[in-house]
């Protein structure tokens, strides 16, 4: 049996002794003792490991290989080059002339047919018979494949990472409109995007990639996906082969930097350590200011820890992370210490806002003309018992003592954010004030009274009577009805980072490490205990499991066709929905977010039919798959495209 060491080993390395050790017999033997035991503390490994200090080790050793053996990169780059060539000349890829040029960029003058020496492919070669351009779909990313153009404007593709990568075209615009076509095949993209990025946990670098493909794929024109080639082309001094030679070197002298060596690596222990500790005792600061300048020690310690790892991050995503974890902690010290709403300001700064916020720009955006309408829902008729501020940022805001800003408009009272992404205050629902939902922004005229501003579509006012309702552009979704596949994973990221929080506090089974679930009678995963059976449970790394929801999602299942058609396949559908109702009901619940379906004509579920009138206020609505709902906007149009089709 081999035992997989975590992380609570690192902090209890005393345990890891109870663990060590194997034998030098296998099964058969009678018994297992110190006379056929070969003993190995876990412990002394532990010791041996962080006396080693891999990275830093492993570091010296990638300069010492390129030091070594950089000139012999090149060679193989020129062998490669040369073995492909003959390739694409059998496959009829390319003419007799490509490869006269092919050859000579290698070693100028080079025979057809003629072995080169090992001599003359050490040489550098300066040929000027092709000139060769790079193409970079990305952010410091790899050369994903090259052209190589001729003076009579012949241009030739070769991308290196394929088993068939040299191909000849008459002109640059044929090679547009080849990979034009070859990239509208999702697999051959993803190939294409994965062959970019070197790192492929690097989702932000990986999903620019692919937006770069898909826009060359989907580009209306030969001479649109041209320019946008155009505008990843590098152009660079020396050979195609020292460039690749360099590039080889940088990305794993980059590989090497992003392992954590010994120094790192206690970092980011200190950093846990204080983390838990602030989690602990952070509350018990209000006793004393000796406790509380602990805290705050504490505090400003990790800050500069976190700000520390954001600087050797190994990419934008964890660059951010780590700032954002810094820029928390160095505020929860400094409000902390005003104690001015400390909590609804945390909140705000915490918040991270959604794409159609993000994106958006107030500039064509002009005062509405009749925004109690626009508003309705969102009006407080009590009394505000807040403080004006006169002058400055906050001029014509109210502040109440639990740190929410209000404003008054026309007589009504609104609760209001301010959006650092579009320097502009948004009226929002009094309860939710981070809520999802349409923009909303106010400002100050001339006279001090604020006015809401409405986009284009909207300034004439209230919209038309059914049934005359018209499809108009939404300020809301036209942001989301778009295929961004870079932004449908940043809100997904974000929808699953929430969930986890929310998760991570419930009551739910967790398994020890090397522990397998149960089953019950039906032979479905499931945590046993007391005399309940549970569903839902982690497992000791920290991944979440429901064997009732993984059934209704699977297709072949088919549990809907109960509610759609009453129609029973199994016959103990309904002891399963009562099992699976039981399950849900156990899990923590939340209505922070608002939550999206997609709709369809074919179902009658369109937004024709809510334009036309066909569905109305009153009416209600039956859907009978809970799954089909997501926090993700981006979700609901490909759900229309999926029923289209």
């Known amino acids: 049996m081999i035992q997989r060491f975590d992380l609570h080993f690192q902090h ?41 200090d891999f990275a830093v080790l492993y570091r010296a050793q990638v300069e010492r290989f390129w030091a070594t053996y950089g000139d012999d990169f090149r060679v ?28 000579s960029l290698v070693i100028a003058g080079l025979a057809p047919h003629q072995m080169p020496s090992l001599e003359q492919l050490r040489q550098h070669s300066a040929s000027t018979v092709l000139e060769v351009k790079a193409y970079q779909l990305a952010r410091d990313s790899r050369d994903t494949f090259y052209t190589l153009h001729a003076s009579d404007g012949r241009t030739l593709l070769w991308v290196p990472w394929q088993a068939q990568g040299m191909r000849g075209f008459t002109d640059e615009l044929a090679v547009a409109q080849w990979l034009r076509l070859t990239l509208g095949n999702l697999a051959t993209l993803t190939d294409y995007a994965e062959a970019t990025v070197d790192d492929q946990g690097d989702q932000t670098r990986l999903n620019e990639a692919k937006a770069t493909l898909r826009s060359i794929a989907d ?13 990843r082309q590098r152009t660079f001094q020396g050979s195609v082969f020292a460039r690749m030679a360099e590039k080889a070197g940088l990305e794993m002298a980059r590989s090497a930097q992003t392992m954590l060596d010994n120094a790192e690596l206690r970092k980011a222990m200190l950093r846990g350590y204080l983390a838990a500790f602030l989690n602990v005792f952070g509350g018990l600061a209000p006793l004393g200011w000796p406790v509380a300048l602990t805290i705050l020690g ?7 820890l976190d700000v520390d790892a954001a600087a050797r991050a190994r ?25 001015i709403g400390f909590q609804t300001s945390f909140a705000m700064l915490a918040y991270q806002a959604p794409m159609h916020e993000v994106h958006a720009t107030l500039e064509h955006w002009q005062a509405a003309e009749a925004p109690g309408m626009l508003l309705a829902e969102l009006d407080v008729n009590d009394l505000v018992l807040a403080e004006l501020v006169n002058e400055g940022p906050l001029r014509g805001i109210q502040i109440r003592p639990d740190g929410s800003y209000w404003i008054e408009m026309q007589g009504l009272t609104y609760r209001v954010r301010f959006s650092h992404e579009l320097s502009a205050w948004l009226i929002v629902p009094p309860d939710n004030p981070f809520a999802f939902g349409p923009l909303r922004p106010v400002r100050l005229d001339a006279s001090g009274e604020w006015q809401l501003l409405a986009p284009p579509n909207l300034i004439g006012g209230s919209p038309p009577s059914l049934p005359a309702m018209a499809s108009e552009p939404s300020a809301l979704w036209d942001e989301y009805v778009r295929y961004d596949v870079s932004r449908t994973q940043i809100a997904s990221a974000r929808a699953i980072s929430r969930q986890k929080r929310l998760l991570k506090n419930a009551q739910i089974p967790t398994l020890a490490p090397g522990q397998v679930p149960d089953v ?11 005399g309940a059976r549970q569903y839902s449970y982690r497992d000791a790394d920290g991944r979440y499991y429901n064997a009732l929801i993984e059934y209704y999602t699977d297709s072949d299942a088919k549990i809907n066709d109960v509610f759609r058609t009453g129609s029973y396949r199994y016959g103990d559908e309904t002891d399963y929905i009562k099992d699976l109702a039981d399950s849900l009901e156990q899990l923590p619940k939340s209505n922070e977010v608002t939550l999206f379906r997609g709709g369809s004509d074919s179902r009658g579920t369109g937004g024709r039919h809510f334009r036309t009138g066909q569905i109305v206020v009153g009416d209600v609505l039956v859907n009978t798959d809970f799954t089909s709902f997501t926090e993700n ?11 289209d089709h």
């Open 219 to 231: 580009s209306a024109t030969v001479e649109d996906a041209l320019a946008i080639l155009h505008t």
């Open 12 to 52: 209890a390395p005393d345990e890891l002794d109870l663990y060590g050790g194997f034998y030098r017999q296998g099964r058969h033997a009678i018994r297992f003792e110190e006379r056929n035991e070969v003993p190995m503390l876990g412990s002394a490994v532990q010791a041996d490991l962080w006396a080693l």
């Open 315 to 339: 990419d934008a995503q964890m660059r951010k992370d780590a700032l954002r974890q810094a820029m928390l902690e160095s505020l929860f010290g400094a409000l902390y210490l005003t104690d």
């Open 520 to 530: 019950d009678v039906h032979g479905l995963d499931c945590v046993l205990g007391e």
């Open 298 to 304: 504490a505090t400003f310690t990790k800050v500069a």
């Open 76 to 103: 193989l780059a020129k062998v490669t080059l040369l073995g492909e060539t003959e390739q694409a000349r059998r496959a009829g890829l390319i003419d007799a002339t490509d490869m006269v040029r092919l050859r």
């Open 633 to 643: 906007p981006y979700m609901a149009p490909q759900f229309r495209r999926r029923a």
